[in-house]
């Protein structure tokens, strides 16, 4: 539910443009480093199950300052994040209705909508864990069904001369690549942050990390080469192996279904990041309220974040207090990469 955002719905234009095919090949090596990175995490998040993995883990090894600087880290790119992701969902909901957005920025009444929404997810994971999770769950369901259809229909008008030749600009552009793709594999980390909540941890949390990452990698692979077979130079006004003008696409997948007159299925892709954004937006909202619970219940946070609601089981003040945050960066910076560009930069760290 995390990883499957909007990276997908956006990044293969970019991509493109600096490693033409080999995207295809950059994808999987992104893949392959998230799997290491997570099966640490796993294994680590399975023999020590506590609230908040990427601030908890690091403050067991390394003592409190390393903590803090992870905890703070990890908490402002969670918060700035969900804000990002929320932009861009109401950026898409703007492909039905103009008056949300003006390009990646929100209008006035996109922001109204924007917060709306934010704690519309807020109060379903307040509700409890149980309710964040199946949110994610149907969400999740939700987007890999036109992810597939993409994949599979574009199968059917796929041309392996868009593939000759593999990498254009060299491994070089593939390089770039995988640094522009990681950040659509990012999210797997979440899978240890509520640990502490999850039945059986030691067998759960290892076999969620690798079915998820399978699955984003499968995913996505299945994306990228029916983007790339389906790309009609002629329809798309541009030069054959042009692919620095693929670049230029705003929609990827919405425009090369429309280049092969497959409008119903441009249709069905912005219906997807829709649903992805929407989804991952949701996911979110459930991992960033866990953060600042972990870090209070050390004594590195306001003490009153750190309890549990005795009706809900869940951190409610915490959820309330971090989607707080993320309103106020709604409402301030109403522009995605904007927001995306800050959420980037706290997770440095």
């Not at 600009?169 to 909540?197: D, H, N």
């Not at 954004?277 to 050390?298: E, H, K, N, Y």
Request: glycine share 12%.
């Amino acid at each position: 539910g995390s990883m499957l955002g909007s990276g997908i719905f956006a990044l293969p234009a970019a991509m493109c443009a600096v490693s033409g095919p080999g995207m295809t090949l950059a994808i999987f090596l992104a893949g392959i480093i998230t799997m290491f990175l997570g099966l640490a995490y796993a294994e680590l998040g399975a023999a020590f199950p506590l609230t908040g993995g990427p601030y908890a883990l690091p403050r067991l090894a390394m003592g409190d300052l390393a903590g803090f600087l992870m905890g703070w880290g990890y908490f402002l790119y969670l918060f700035i994040g969900t804000a990002a992701i929320i932009d861009i969902f109401v950026v898409y909901l703007g492909f039905y209705f103009p008056a949300l957005a003006n390009g990646e920025s929100l209008t006035p009444l996109g922001v109204t909508i924007a917060v709306v929404m934010l704690w519309i997810f807020t109060l379903i994971n307040i509700l409890g864990v149980k309710w964040g999770a199946l949110y994610s769950e149907i969400t999740t369901i939700g987007k890999l069904i036109p992810l597939f259809l993409f994949g599979l229909i574009g199968l059917f008008y796929f041309q392996g001369g868009n593939f000759v030749p593999y990498m254009p600009f060299g491994f070089t552009g593939v390089t770039l690549s995988i640094t522009l793709f990681f950040w659509s594999y990012t999210g797997f980390e979440t899978v240890v942050v509520p640990a502490e909540e999850v039945k059986n941890p030691a067998r759960n949390i290892p076999l969620a990390m690798i079915v998820s990452v399978l699955l984003a990698i499968i995913v996505y692979l299945l994306i990228a080469g029916a983007f790339v077979g389906m790309i009609n130079w002629e329809m798309l006004g541009l030069e054959k192996g042009d692919w620095q003008g693929i670049g230029h696409l705003t929609s990827p997948l919405a425009d090369v279904s429309r280049s092969m007159r497959l409008n119903w299925l441009s249709i069905i892709a912005i219906i997807g990041a829709i649903i992805a954004t929407g989804g991952g937006s949701g996911s979110w909202v459930l991992i960033q309220g866990r953060m600042p619970f972990a870090m209070a219940q050390d004594r590195m946070f306001w003490s009153e974040l750190g309890k549990v609601n005795k009706r809900f089981g869940t951190p409610v003040a915490a959820l309330v207090f971090t989607s707080f945050l993320t309103t106020i960066i709604l409402i301030a910076i109403p522009n995605f990469p904007s927001v995306a560009l800050i959420a980037s930069v706290t997770a440095v760290v």
